[in-house]
């Protein structure tokens, strides 16, 4: 009895390693299972950095093609600032030309100023020419007027010399009488005699 109850107590121990080889074996296929969860789960994250890995490029790509639009604005930029620079330029030498004609003008309008100066003193000097000829004209007046005055005055003069003639001529007139008075006494005393 004691023989069968070692042998029962041998085979539960038996009964008892299996089940524990079994717990044993059931935890090393549950380890086994974590492991490969636990690996399928690393795979799984592994794919998704590759997945990251390729999204990756892709906004490597993005940030290269910003870039490269980047690029292409500052190019864009810099054609829009050449072009501006071109209009500046357009616009500067669009008013060098204002200028220049503006100057043209001015230099025409002084040329104009000078004709116009010249020909003020074209009319002063016509002017002047005038008044000498007018000055000359009335100095000959005047001239004329003196020598009419001259010639007058030798009029007057010879009118008074015409007087002392006359005076004079009255005068041996007179002393004719006189003389023919006194001859016609003579006479007379004569007659007398």
């Known amino acids: 009895m004691q023989d069968n109850a070692s042998i029962i107590d041998k085979q539960d121990m038996i009964q008892d390693k299996a089940s524990s080889t079994g ?16 690996t399928i789960q690393d795979n799984v994250t592994s794919t998704d950095k590759q997945d990251t890995i390729q999204d990756n490029p892709s906004s490597i790509d993005i940030q290269d093609r910003i870039q490269d639009n980047a690029y292409r604005l500052d190019i864009l930029d810099a054609i829009l600032d050449h072009a501006s620079n071109i209009d500046d330029i357009e616009d500067n030498a669009s008013s060098i ?32 020419q005038d008044n000498e000829s007018s000055i000359k004209i009335q100095d000959a007046i005047y001239d004329n007027a003196s020598s009419i005055d001259i010639q007058d005055t030798i009029l007057d003069n010879a009118s008074n010399i015409d007087v002392p003639d006359t005076i004079q001529n009255n005068a041996t007139r007179i002393d004719k009488q006189d003389t023919i008075q006194d001859n016609t006494s003579s006479i007379d005393i004569q007659d007398a005699i």
């Open 23 to 38: 717990k044993q074996d059931t935890i090393q296929h549950k380890n086994t299972s974590l492991y490969i969860q636990d």
């Open 97 to 128: 030309d204002i200028q220049d004609m503006i100057e043209d003008n001015a230099s025409s309008i002084d040329k104009q100023d000078t004709i116009q100066d010249n020909a003020l003193s074209i009319d002063i000097q016509q002017t002047i």
